[in-house]
């Protein structure tokens, strides 16, 4: 046994952060730094080292501020049936009679639409083609008048596809299937019995796999 060949049985103590400078990691800011985020005991998931203006919060898609809760899509253009007495006796109320009476925009009303309110009173039986409140509707029987209910226009939805792209599905759909029921016909014959060149594949694959 000689000194030089011994083992080594020293060990040096974990450094204790914040216990004085004896401990060797110690003094004011403990080798964090002076203040940031990085220097508190919890550092958040969210944190990327940048102000608010290039971090994840600023680049979600999301609404901030006053209008953060309102519908992103404009509502109709709406007309109250006070207005309507403008309009002479037994006239078809729809979106081209309002636009030359000058009570709406034409291009507005084309593409939000209109709905017709019931605020005032209405002295003019009327024929409305437009969507319409239940007071309206009510105000409007009193007066002589009648609401027509009308078809609205049907959007194509976009996560379906087109008209045209709908036809040609159902178009290679009924292919598909003619032949399916060509490849049957020829594949089993008039009297029910399966040729003799099926019965040879399917005795082929069994003894292959036994083999495997």
Known sequence: MKLNKLPKTTTRKKKRVGRGY???KGGHTV???????????????TFEGTKIKKSLLQRLPLRRGKGRFKPLKPGS???????LNLLPKKSIVNIS???????VDGEEAKKF?????????LKVPLSVELPCSKGAAQKIEKAGGKVVK?????????????QRTLKRAEGTEEKKSKR??????????SGGS???????????KKRTRKKS
């Open 22 to 24: 004896g401990s060797g």
């Open 31 to 45: 080798g964090r730094g002076a203040k940031g985020l990085k220097a508190r005991s919890k550092l958040p998931l």
């Open 77 to 83: 253009l709406i007309v109250n049936v006070r207005l």
């Open 97 to 103: 009679t309002l636009a030359k009476q000058g009570i």
């Open 113 to 121: 639409g209109i709905k017709i309110l019931g605020e005032g009173e």
């Open 150 to 162: 009308t078809k609205g226009k049907k959007i194509p939805d976009r996560r379906k596809g087109s």
């Open 180 to 189: 399916r029921t060509k490849d049957t016909k020829r594949s089993v014959p």
């Open 194 to 204: 399966v040729p003799s060149v099926i019965r040879k594949t399917s005795t082929t």
